[in-house]
């Protein structure tokens, strides 16, 4: 058997060999994957610290300090207050509930005696029951799923620790997976997930900053206006903020709501509030963050949203932009490099 | 030979420093003297990113993988930006259309403009890859029009 036989031979045995290993162990995999993505998130922050004079492993020490005070701040200033908001609003939400059904109620007597058709007050009930047995069914799947959910998160706690291993040699592994490509074609990987990083770093941070704003001034705004919850509607709508287009619909659903079991005129003010909020970041902050950040144009933004929210859900929605620039750029190095006329390939050579 | 296309996004760093000064967000050229005249450079920021025009001299190198420059003058620079003429129509001596430019070819140190890459659309270049034409094919050009040699 000749030489390059044995060669092709091994990698397809190697490949076949770790891909069924992987699989074999694939719920063990996740805290890795999340440790990759930090490590990848924390990387830019590693490099400026590193830059000023730091070695490598102050700079990940530091950053993780920094991340842990910051994570106690928030667990010790923040946490007790949604906690009481929340649950205040446990307390409250079952009255708060009756007041929204009475509120239906209401309606349906009102449609009743001006003529609403017997069939369309029938499936509204139906409706009714089937959202009932929805949310029972929701509650018990999660109450079923706790044990395997709290050993996910235990998992999940070595996510960090791997990070801080990724960040520590995070030059040495990139290197080596570009090192895994010819060299005849690295000089042309290279450009790929420059570029591929260059839009995810400056998506995600244009995001989460926008996210933030949008949070605290629409959670300052419904305070200013004496709506209580107004921590847990900012930290809401910040959070549904996340996703494009369809985040402060999202959001905007369960905060009006929430006035609204208080009063009409509490959730019209609430409604306005994430209205104007959400038109000075739609015209001013956003465009400012993200002008053409990933290069897609808005129609493809909200089909990748659907897609992705078809696909996974809010998970879907929420990665579903950064996923679609990636794959426009892999397609598009592949189409140019299909379509590129003879002579250019000729020069090449 | 190098595509306009390969630079677009590639990195411009300080030879001296070995500071990253922003990356290639465009090239300009001159349309009539078919020279590089310089880079669009954008500075990227949190809040919005900046862009400014560098001449072609203050580059020392394009690399595959970056662009090497030095001190960034204060130099005008204009010209015609690749993206700018990018999709601008083709014709032929007959007045067919042969396609819109899908790319400015230039020489490997990025001085001078050599010809177009011609798309005649998504399958069509698919199938049969895009043509190429040099700037001695050409009979007459303008921002939007290129009209080259030949016909039916």
Same mark, same amino acid.
């Given at each position: 058997?000749?030489? #390059? ?18 699989? #074999? %162990? ?17 990387? $830019?922050?590693?490099? #400026? ?16 300090? &920094? ?24 307390? +409250? ?6 007041? =929204? ?9 009102? *449609? ?6 017997? !069939? ?17 069914? &929701? ?7 706790? $044990? ?40 042309? &990987? ?11 770093? @400056? ?25 209580? *919850? ?13 996703? $494009? ?18 009063? $009409? ?18 015209? =001013? ?14 129609? &493809? ?45 000729? #020069?090449?050579? | ?22 990356? %290639? ?30 001449? @072609? ?16 003058? @204060? ?8 993206? !700018? ?59 939007? +029009?290129?009209?080259? !040699?030949?016909?039916?």
């Amino acid at each position: 058997m000749k030489r #390059s036989q044995i060669r092709w031979i091994f990698i397809a045995l190697l490949v076949l060999l770790s891909g069924f290993f992987l699989f #074999s %162990v694939k719920d063990i995999i996740s805290p890795f994957v999340v440790g990759v993505v930090l490590a990848y998130l924390l990387s $830019p922050l590693v490099t #400026s610290l590193e830059k000023k004079g730091l070695s490598r492993r102050s700079s990940v020490a530091v950053i993780f300090i &920094w991340i842990t005070v910051l994570f106690t701040l928030l667990m010790f200033l923040l946490l007790p207050k949604l906690y009481t908001e929340l649950g205040k609003l446990a307390v +409250v939400l079952p009255e708060r509930f009756q007041v =929204i059904y009475d509120y239906g109620q209401n309606a349906k007597e009102y *449609y009743g005696q001006t003529g609403l058709p017997g !069939e369309v007050s029938k499936l509204i009930d139906d409706k009714l029951v089937q959202g009932q047995s929805f949310l029972i069914n &929701w509650l018990k799947n999660v109450v079923e799923d706790l $044990p395997g959910l709290l050993s996910y998160i235990g998992l999940m706690i070595l996510s960090p620790i791997l990070a801080i291993y990724f960040l520590l040699d995070w030059k040495k592994i990139t290197e080596g997976v570009i090192q895994l490509v010819p060299g005849k074609m690295r000089g042309e &990987w290279y450009r790929l997930l420059q570029e591929v990083d260059f839009i995810i770093q @400056r998506y995600i941070q244009g995001n989460i900053i926008d996210a933030a704003l949008v949070g605290f001034i629409i959670g300052f705004g419904v305070k200013l206006i004496g709506m209580e *919850y107004a921590l847990l509607i900012g930290v809401i709508c910040g959070i549904t903020n996340l996703i $494009p287009y369809f985040g402060p619909i999202l959001g905007g659903i369960p905060s009006v709501l929430l006035a609204l079991s208080k009063s $009409p005129m509490m959730a019209m003010k609430v409604a306005l509030v994430i209205f104007i909020v959400q038109q000075i970041d739609g015209n =001013i902050i956003n465009p400012r963050l993200m002008s053409n950040k990933v290069g897609l144009h808005p129609l &493809w933004v909200v089909f990748a949203l659907l897609a992705g929210g078809e696909l996974d859900g809010i998970m879907g929605m929420l990665v579903a932009i950064p996923l679609a620039a990636i794959l426009k750029i892999i397609f598009r190095e592949i189409y140019y490099y299909l379509v590129s006329p003879k002579v250019l390939k000729s #020069s090449k050579e | 030979m190098r595509r306009m296309r390969d630079l677009v996004r590639l990195p411009v760093i300080c030879q001296n420093t070995g500071q990253k000064l922003g990356w %290639v967000k465009d090239i300009l050229f001159d349309e009539k003297s078919n020279l590089v005249t310089g880079i669009i450079l954008e500075k990227d920021s949190l809040i919005k990113p900046q862009q400014r025009r560098v001449v @072609r001299a203050d580059i020392l190198s394009f690399g595959k993988e970056s662009l090497m420059a030095d001190k960034l003058s @204060r130099k005008r620079c204009t010209g015609t930006c690749w993206s !700018e003429k990018v999709g601008s129509k083709v014709y032929n001596g007959d007045g067919e259309i042969k396609g819109t430019v899908g790319d400015i070819f230039v020489d490997n140190l990025v001085e001078n403009v050599l010809g177009y890459e011609i798309s005649d659309g998504l399958f069509a270049d698919i199938f049969k890859g895009r043509e190429a034409i040099f700037e001695e094919n050409i009979l007459a050009e303008s921002q939007d +029009v290129i009209v080259i !040699e030949g016909g039916s």
